[in-house]
């Protein structure tokens, strides 16, 4: 079996650097494991979001052997990425907010930063901000309304236009790059680029996890290696959730349960 490449997110928002991945690294097999049981991570403390997370990483790892994990969350990344490199040997790719692309690409020297709470008061976005915009004025917006929208976008492909709307005009004109500083805003993009003045550009971190991956995994492209991606959730999967992953490219969806057999399939 195919060592597969391990992608964990909050919930959904993964789903936007899977779609980069696929699309690139096609090849490669796919297990994704939300655990959208306690979506917002944007609102838990350091203490719960590393209680919440580590068994469940360490679960699929000891299950899967993954050949790399994506930690395909930035409210996760910018605390967990050293607790689990102190614990692990295999490569982990974080994502992290594209502060430095948009200090390189703003011509006004006015950059925003649309993430989670957690995300925007966290030292690392600090540290992001100083060394590599501190010539820059960064505007700083935290939103879970967000990432809410975002989810119900996906589920149910509708979500409350007013809302994003209210959000994106906190967005000062002044500014020419917007940093989409969460996985699950890329899935929003055209939406949120419809609201935005054209001056202002968006930028994520999704080209640059691809681009990372792909120097750290072991390429095969043999076309007769087939294995199918697998979607798990922490929540039971509801049968719209799991029509649209299908279109996705997920053909097995499981459930996590703790303290119980690991992998609970669910009934297609």
Same mark, same amino acid.
């Given at each position: 079996?195919?060592?597969?490449?391990?992608?964990?997110?909050?919930?959904?928002?993964?789903?936007?650097?899977?779609?980069?991945?696929?699309?690139?690294?096609?090849? =490669? *097999?796919?297990?994704?494991?939300?655990?959208?049981?306690?979506? +917002?991570?944007?609102?838990?403390? $350091?203490t719960?979001?590393?209680?919440?997370?580590?068994?469940?990483?360490?679960?699929?790892?000891?299950?899967?052997? +993954?050949?790399?994990?994506?930690l395909?969350?930035? !409210?996760?990344?910018?605390?967990?990425?050293?607790?689990?490199?102190?614990?692990?040997?295999?490569p982990? *790719?974080? /994502?992290?907010?594209?502060i430095?692309?948009?200090a390189?690409? !703003?011509?006004?020297?006015?950059?925003a930063?649309?993430?989670t +709470?957690?995300?925007?008061?966290?030292?690392?976005?600090?540290? &992001?901000?100083?060394?590599?915009?501190?010539?820059?004025?960064?505007?700083?917006?935290?939103?879970? =309304?967000l990432v809410? &929208?975002? =989810? @119900?976008?996906?589920?149910?492909?509708?979500?409350?236009?007013?809302t994003?709307?209210?959000?994106?005009?906190q967005? $000062?004109p002044?500014?020419? /790059?917007? /940093?989409?500083?969460? !996985?699950? %805003?890329?899935?929003?993009?055209? =939406?949120?680029?419809?609201l935005l003045?054209k001056s202002?550009r968006?930028?994520?971190?999704g080209?640059?996890?691809?681009?990372?991956?792909?120097?750290l995994?072991?390429?095969?492209? $043999?076309?007769s290696?087939?294995?199918p991606?697998?979607?798990?959730?922490?929540?039971?999967?509801?049968?719209?959730?799991?029509?649209?992953?299908?279109?996705?490219?997920?053909? @097995?969806?499981?459930?996590? /349960?703790?303290?119980?057999?690991? %992998?609970? +399939?669910?009934?297609?």
């Amino acid at each position: 079996m195919k060592q597969p490449i391990l992608i964990f997110d909050s919930g959904l928002g993964g789903l936007s650097i899977y779609k980069k991945l696929k699309q690139t690294l096609s090849s =490669e *097999v796919y297990y994704y494991v939300s655990d959208s049981k306690n979506l +917002p991570y944007g609102e838990l403390n $350091d203490t719960q979001l590393i209680e919440l997370c580590l068994p469940i990483i360490m679960a699929y790892v000891n299950r899967l052997n +993954p050949q790399l994990i994506v930690l395909a969350c930035n !409210t996760a990344s910018t605390l967990l990425l050293p607790y689990l490199r102190a614990q692990l040997s295999l490569p982990i *790719v974080g /994502v992290i907010p594209a502060i430095k692309p948009a200090a390189q690409a !703003t011509q006004t020297k006015h950059i925003a930063l649309l993430a989670t +709470p957690a995300t925007i008061s966290r030292n690392y976005t600090q540290d &992001l901000i100083h060394t590599f915009a501190k010539d820059c004025h960064v505007q700083k917006i935290g939103s879970s =309304e967000l990432v809410q &929208l975002a =989810e @119900h976008k996906v589920r149910h492909h509708t979500f409350c236009t007013q809302t994003l709307k209210q959000i994106i005009d906190q967005v $000062d004109p002044k500014n020419d /790059v917007l /940093v989409l500083g969460c !996985t699950h %805003f890329p899935l929003l993009k055209t =939406e949120i680029e419809s609201l935005l003045p054209k001056s202002i550009r968006t930028i994520d971190s999704g080209d640059a996890i691809v681009n990372r991956v792909e120097t750290l995994i072991h390429t095969s492209n $043999d076309a007769s290696i087939q294995q199918p991606d697998t979607y798990c959730d922490t929540q039971n999967i509801s049968t719209k959730l799991k029509e649209n992953l299908k279109h996705l490219g997920f053909e @097995h969806f499981q459930t996590y /349960v703790p303290n119980a057999s690991l %992998f609970t +399939p669910e009934l297609l």
